[in-house]
């Protein structure tokens, strides 16, 4: 058995019917290069029985402590039944982007079922052009992004052709046998000794950072309390430069529509930006391709909120997740991640100004996060006792918008790295691969991008009754592109007007 983090166990105690503990991703394949020119769930069911053996956590599912004493365990699911978890639907006619968006959304906004292994995988058939569609959703407790992408290495080839998977090893092993309650209320009770020491042990860390913690810091008197603490610690240890922390702990996010509670619905929109294009930017600016995405998608909030008339004098706050995981942690699955928290420059007209300010804004912000301890969120979360951590979760992301507190940040944003060859599912070619993450109370809208050979594919999650038109948004991220685009000296082939060639991707229709 493997027992969950106390970050894991968080993904689980956030859930309550609104807020969803899952994450996903919607890939659009081109079916011509499989066999028979065919994908379906029926393909797609060989390929993950093939490699079963390579995604555990496939297999896993929760065994819980009685009473909540302890953490949940995964354990190997005896009764595991891979038609529960592969299915297929069809879009009628004529099969849109707006229809799918509208299917996926509402997959997305159902609960996984915790009796059996947390992920499922549908295949949607009937998209335009004979495209077909794999939307798969899979737990945040069993993995992270990084983790997330072993078990997509796993699902795709470099070929149409496949490879040779190594079968499972022919040694007779022993099913692992699940504990029963009573064996389980066992193992809680042993536990509860080393519940103090774990708490003393992480107390002075989580509580010297607890106003950069994107789950405390807006709470009544956590600066106080983590000011305090540093000026304690400092009596005690050498002083030391911290890389810039103090400055981080001073941004504000200030409301927003994005602020309040979340409903149980969504809206999902996607596209995509070529990635040439995002470099090119990047060249002739000086900075990185995540400044660039960085930037577009703060010409894309707040030409919104322009909009909407509700644009603020100050500039948006986002957390940006990053990984944290060691090459040793490779193949672990489970969440090694951290957070950064950054100013969105929204409050800059100029694109190019509003670039800059991006590319100094990230670049002390990996400063102060390097000053961090990399294990802060798990630290945090481990200074709560098992039994309390669900209504503490639930109780810090309502205090937001319950009681008209600062709310912890504005938006997530995350861009997720990719393959830049050609990916394949049983045969079929993947076109684009757009994630879909999740959203929580007080921060209604999540972007995510990914990259894919020569292209950006981004997915946008807002709550339904906050945005009526996701694709709205996909639209002023593609001008926000083409604003920066407008950066670039022009080629000495391109027309008079020096017009970007940015191709209008991922959508046949307006919702």
């Given at each position: 058995m493997r027992q969950l983090t106390s970050l894991d166990a968080q993904f689980l105690a956030i859930e309550d019917g609104r807020n969803y503990g899952h994450v996903s991703g919607l890939a659009i394949y081109d079916p011509s290069s499989a066999p028979g020119g065919v994908l379906n769930a029926a393909r797609v069911r060989e390929t993950v029985a093939e490699r079963m053996h390579l995604l555990p956590p496939f297999r896993w599912r929760l065994a819980e402590v009685p009473l909540g004493l302890d953490h949940p365990y995964w354990v190997d699911d005896e009764r595991f039944d891979l038609e529960f978890h592969v299915r297929e639907l069809a879009l009628p006619s004529p099969g849109s982007a707006a229809q799918l968006s509208e299917q996926v959304a509402r997959i997305f906004a159902r609960q996984l079922d915790r009796s059996r292994p947390l992920w499922e995988l549908y295949v949607i058939e009937g998209l335009e052009g004979g495209r077909v569609g794999v939307f798969t959703k899979i737990h945040h407790a069993a993995v992270d992004g990084l983790s997330g992408a072993e078990i997509l290495s796993v699902l795709l080839d470099v070929s149409p052709e496949g490879r040779y998977i190594e079968p499972p090893p022919t040694t007779n092993r022993r099913s692992e046998r699940v504990p029963s309650d009573l064996e389980m209320l066992g193992r809680g009770l042993a536990g509860l000794p080393r519940q103090p020491v774990r708490i003393v042990q992480r107390l002075p860390k989580t509580l010297a950072n607890l106003d950069v913690l994107p789950t405390m810091r807006h709470l009544p008197g956590a600066e106080a309390i983590a000011s305090i603490t540093r000026l304690i610690g400092r009596g005690v240890a050498p002083r030391r430069d911290d890389g810039g922390v103090l400055e981080g702990r001073r941004l504000h996010a200030p409301r927003t529509r994005f602020q309040g509670a979340i409903s149980p619905y969504r809206r999902i929109a996607f596209g995509s930006i070529p990635l040439s294009e995002v470099k090119a930017i990047k060249n002739a600016s000086g900075c990185t391709v995540n400044d660039v995405v960085m930037a577009t998608c703060a010409g894309a909030m707040r030409s919104f909120l322009l909009a909407h008339d509700e644009l603020p004098d100050a500039p948006l706050v986002t957390m940006v997740p990053v990984s944290v995981r060691t090459p040793e942690q490779f193949g672990t699955f489970g969440n090694r991640v951290s957070t950064m928290i950054v100013e969105l420059p929204t409050d800059e007209a100029d694109p190019a100004t509003r670039l800059q300010r991006v590319h100094q804004t990230m670049r002390s912000a990996k400063e102060r996060h390097q000053a961090l301890p990399a294990s802060l969120l798990q630290d945090a979360n481990e200074i709560i006792p098992p039994a309390l951590l669900a209504r503490a979760s639930r109780v810090t992301a309502r205090l937001a918008v319950t009681r008209g507190l600062e709310a912890p940040t504005n938006i997530v944003i995350s861009n997720v790295p990719g393959s830049?060859?050609?990916?394949?599912?049983?045969?079929?070619?993947?076109?684009?691969?757009?994630?879909?993450?999740?959203?929580?109370?007080?921060?209604?809208?999540?972007?995510?991008?990914?990259?894919?050979?020569?292209?950006?594919?981004?997915?946008?999650?807002v709550d339904r009754e906050m945005v009526d038109d996701a694709w709205d948004l996909i639209e002023r991220l593609r001008a926000a592109h083409v604003e920066l685009m407008a950066l670039v000296p022009a080629p000495p082939s391109a027309g008079r007007n020096g017009s970007s060639p940015t191709r209008a991707r991922g959508r046949t229709a307006r919702a």
């Open positions: 830049p060859a050609p990916l394949f599912l049983a045969g079929a070619r993947l076109e684009a691969q757009y994630p879909v993450s999740a959203i929580i109370d007080g921060v209604g809208i999540n972007i995510t991008l990914l990259s894919y050979r020569d292209q950006l594919d981004f997915g946008i999650v």
